[in-house]
């Protein structure tokens, strides 16, 4: 037997007027995902447990089996692992954005008008993190460069206690009563004014407003943790594992749960990412592990920016050359396997950031006799009665392991 999750980051959404009161999953046209939800057992489950924030950190860690109550540390140390860093015990990690802020001229005044800066460029973004760390740089602090984006700053010998906000759920707002506070706040909040000096005329962002691009003209810090201590994935469920993702933070997870993590070119984490590429190398490494997580970024970050029809469009994109080059690839190995589609959590347009909804889930096995079942969404999920209440059970399903 095989398996596969296949996680569409954010798909899960809230009734859209524009949509007729339907959601982007019942408006998308997802013919392969309709065709398995007639031999799938549908539900809801809830992905983040009560009390915590709904993350993609959390709720992923909860769909892959790791309950965030026990195992979270936090976002960045995550990212961190995946970005090769060593983190010891007595060090704190955390996410450094490049963001695009109006040009208000007093910087906490400022509006977060982009949290990715335009998705900025991989190759740009090194250059402007290059020049943060030659001026922020220290004995005690570094920061990392990542992907587009997203970056890391490691704090040495430091402690949490920082309140941050995410950039993305301040979207469109005035960043004054979102600046850090608590342990660190004020030396991390002077970074980010100091960093609009230096960021704001630097060649790299006088040639995107040229271009007609957004600069990335500041950093913003969250997402504080420190060093994860995940279970061993083989050892937790008994079975091999790898991960295909473009980000950071699932790449993390998974070399701190010692998975395979496939790269895969031209995968970005954006509606452009390379969708058939992940769907066959996927195919291709189950020829070698029994389980493959395959998370695709982009019904999220089209939520997070307000982009309806784009995200009706990644989802039709995930059904259409990963659902379908998933099954028929299993299918012609003529070998049993088992899928569960389902988001982590939903990034609803309404309110373009996360939310702690219950998610809709398909759990679809090739050897399941036909139900009545036409459709997978989130009105059909909750219409059929079954609610996991605890979001790290459902891999438990999947595997067939005990009575959930």
């Given at each position: 037997m095989k398996y596969v999750i296949i996680l569409c980051d954010g798909m899960s959404d809230y009734n859209i007027p524009e949509l007729n009161g339907r959601t982007p999953l019942e408006a998308a046209f997802t013919p392969n995902m309709d065709a398995l939800a007639a031999y799938s057992e549908l539900g809801l489950a809830q992905s983040v447990p009560v009390g915590m924030k709904p993350g993609s950190d959390t709720a992923n860690l909860s769909i892959l089996g790791y309950d965030p109550a026990l195992y979270y540390s936090g976002r960045s140390p995550l990212e961190a692992l995946?970005?090769?860093?060593t983190l010891k015990d007595t060090d704190i990690a955390i996410r450094c954005n490049l963001v695009t802020l109006s040009d208000d001229d007093i910087y906490d005044n400022k509006i977060m008008l982009d949290y990715s800066a335009g998705e900025i460029t991989t190759p740009e973004a090194h250059q402007l993190i290059k020049h943060i760390e030659a001026n922020f740089g220290s004995?005690?602090?570094?920061?990392?460069?990542?992907?587009?984006?997203?970056?890391?700053?490691?704090?040495e010998n430091a402690a949490l206690g920082t309140v941050f906000t995410p950039p993305h759920d301040i979207t469109g707002k005035q960043i004054t009563a979102y600046m850090p506070s608590g342990l660190y706040g004020e030396e991390i909040a002077e970074m980010q004014r100091r960093s609009y000096a230096l960021l704001d005329n630097h060649p790299i962002n006088i040639a995107r407003r040229k271009a007609k691009l957004r600069p990335a003209n500041s950093i913003w810090l969250w997402g504080e943790g420190v060093k994860?201590?995940?279970?061993?994935?083989?050892e937790k469920n008994g079975i091999k594992g790898a991960m295909i993702s473009a980000v950071d933070l699932l790449?993390?997870?998974?070399?701190?749960?010692?998975?395979?993590?496939v790269e895969v070119e031209g995968a970005n984490g954006t509606l452009h990412t390379n969708y058939l590429g992940k769907a066959q190398a996927a195919l291709n490494v189950l020829e070698q592990v029994d389980f493959v997580y395959i998370h695709i970024e982009a019904p999220d970050e089209m939520g997070h920016q307000g982009e309806l029809n784009n995200k009706i469009k990644a989802i039709e994109n995930i059904d259409r050359d990963i659902v379908k080059t998933v099954v028929e690839g299993l299918r012609a190995k003529q070998e049993e396997f088992s899928i569960l589609i389902c988001p982590d959590h939903a990034t609803p347009i309404a309110i373009r950031t996360h939310s702690s909804d219950p998610i809709p889930y398909m759990l679809y096995r090739s050897n399941n006799p036909k139900n009545n079942n036409t459709k997978y969404n989130e009105k059909v999920c909750a219409e059929s009665g079954l609610?996991?209440?605890?979001?790290?059970?459902?891999?438990?399903?999947?595997?067939?392991?005990?009575?959930?």
């Open positions: 995946a970005m090769g860093i004995l005690r602090m570094h920061f990392h460069a990542g992907i587009s984006y997203r970056h890391c700053l490691v704090m994860p201590k995940l279970k061993d994935f083989y790449k993390g997870i998974a070399f701190g749960a010692n998975m395979t993590v609610f996991v209440n605890q979001g790290s059970k459902l891999i438990e399903k999947l595997l067939e392991r005990g009575n959930i």
